[in-house]
């Protein structure tokens, strides 16, 4: 069982930067790829960012491509998302998950799940 717990969130401007930090307990990371996902109130859950176990592959969303950022770090059990350039649209409460195959931007293919931090970003 892998424990996955989000901070970071909060109230940014528009413009403005937020790094979003998943620590994860009960098990290493290193075996799982892992994901940021988000959702907006009134809409589905939605991929963002996914990163391999090694950390060696990144894929985005292109509605974050250039401005978000996924990392790990393997001796922390920590995945991180760095997100510049933060617009209004990027409000939503976001969530890491886990994975024990590929690194995928589908929901399903993740095994477990944070509870999700809150950002909110004003214009």
């Known amino acids: 069982q892998v424990h996955l717990v989000e901070s970071g969130g909060g109230l940014v401007q528009a413009g403005g930067s937020l790094r979003l930090s998943c620590a994860a307990s009960?098990?290493?990371?290193?075996?799982?790829?892992m994901g940021w996902f988000r959702q907006a109130p009134g809409k589905e859950r939605e991929f963002v960012a996914a990163?391999?176990?090694?950390?060696?592959?990144?894929y985005y969303a292109d509605s974050v491509k250039g401005r978000f950022l996924i990392s790990r770090d393997n001796a922390k059990n920590t995945v991180y998302l760095q997100m510049n350039s933060l617009k209004p649209e990027d409000t939503a409460a976001y969530y890491c998950?886990?994975?024990?195959?590929?690194?995928?931007?589908?929901?399903?293919?993740?095994?477990?799940w944070g509870q999700g931090t809150q950002v909110t970003v004003s214009s």
């Open positions: 998950a886990a994975a024990l195959g590929r690194a995928t931007p589908f929901i399903n293919d993740y095994d477990y």
């Open positions: 009960g098990r290493t990371l290193r075996s799982y790829a």
């Open positions: 990163i391999s176990w090694s950390g060696g592959m990144t």
